[in-house]
T-cell receptor
Framework: GENVEQHPSTLSVQEGDSAVIKCTYS??????FPWYKQELGKRPQLIID?????GEKKDQRIAVTLNKTAKHFSLHITETQPEDSAVYFC??????????FGAGTRLTVKP | EPEVTQTPSHQVTQMGQEVILRCVPI?????FYWYRQILGQKVEFLVS????????KSEIFDDQFSVERPDGSNFTLKIRSTKLEDSAMYFC???????????FGQGTRLTVV
């Protein structure tokens, strides 16, 4: 089925440390995998995405890696700051253009 | 910058009443979605809409739900007879016809009492 698994559900790190969130997807996912950040009371907003023709993409302190063989992709945040505290959702676009989300990871960055 | 807009921002309704949540997608987008997020929980897919018809729906999207694109700009979600468990934030999203992100509206918080 069209399913995205995300781990961990909560993650707490010290400011300056790295955070890693992992997702797996099912066979029928297509070639586009976005990551969204949702701050409290706000809409999910895209922070980075990756397409299946690349294995890694980086944007300043944020990077995403994709392992097509294992069907998993990860979000890496380095040098975390308190403003990185939010809920992060991975997602996958399936062949019918439907976007399915992981369950979310609540990241807390402690100052 | 164009954005998806939703109205109302907050709707309170009596159990059993019908509600209509409204969305104006970004104008050149062709794929439209409704998602639901119960407080503190995951973003759950409800339905997708393309070419004036439902392309996919989840098990949540039962006979009490319907969607419509009544004109060239609005995209609505109707819940016919609301239940307490329908209380959630409802997000509309739209996407252009390429492999790229979906853009979310700011959400409508539905409270069923």
């Amino acid at each position: 089925g069209e399913n995205v698994e995300q781990h961990p559900s909560t993650l707490s790190v010290q400011e300056g440390d790295s955070a890693v969130i992992k997702c797996t997807y099912s066979d029928s996912a297509s070639n586009y995998f976005p990551w969204y950040k949702q701050e409290l009371g706000k809409r999910p907003q895209l922070i980075i995405d990756i397409r299946s023709n690349v294995g890694e993409k980086k944007d300043q302190r944020i990077a995403v890696t994709l392992n097509k063989t294992a069907k998993h992709f990860s979000l890496h945040i380095t040098e975390t700051q308190p403003e990185d505290s939010a809920v992060y959702f991975c997602a996958a676009i399936y062949n019918n253009n439907d976007m399915r989300f992981g369950a979310g990871t609540r990241l807390t960055v402690k100052p | 910058e164009p954005e998806v807009t939703q109205t109302p921002s907050h709707q309170v309704t009596q159990m059993g009443q019908e509600v209509i949540l409204r969305c104006v997608p970004i104008s050149n987008h062709l794929y439209f979605y409704w998602y639901r997020q119960i407080l503190g929980q995951k973003v759950e897919f409800l339905v997708s809409f393309y070419n004036n018809e439902i392309s996919e729906k989840s098990e949540i999207f039962d006979d009490q739900f319907s969607v419509e694109r009544p004109d060239g700009s609005n995209f609505t979600l109707k819940i016919r007879s609301t239940k307490l468990e329908d209380s959630a934030m409802y997000f509309c999203a739209s996407k252009p016809p390429v492999e790229t992100e979906a853009f979310f509206g700011q959400g409508t918080r539905l409270t069923v009492v």
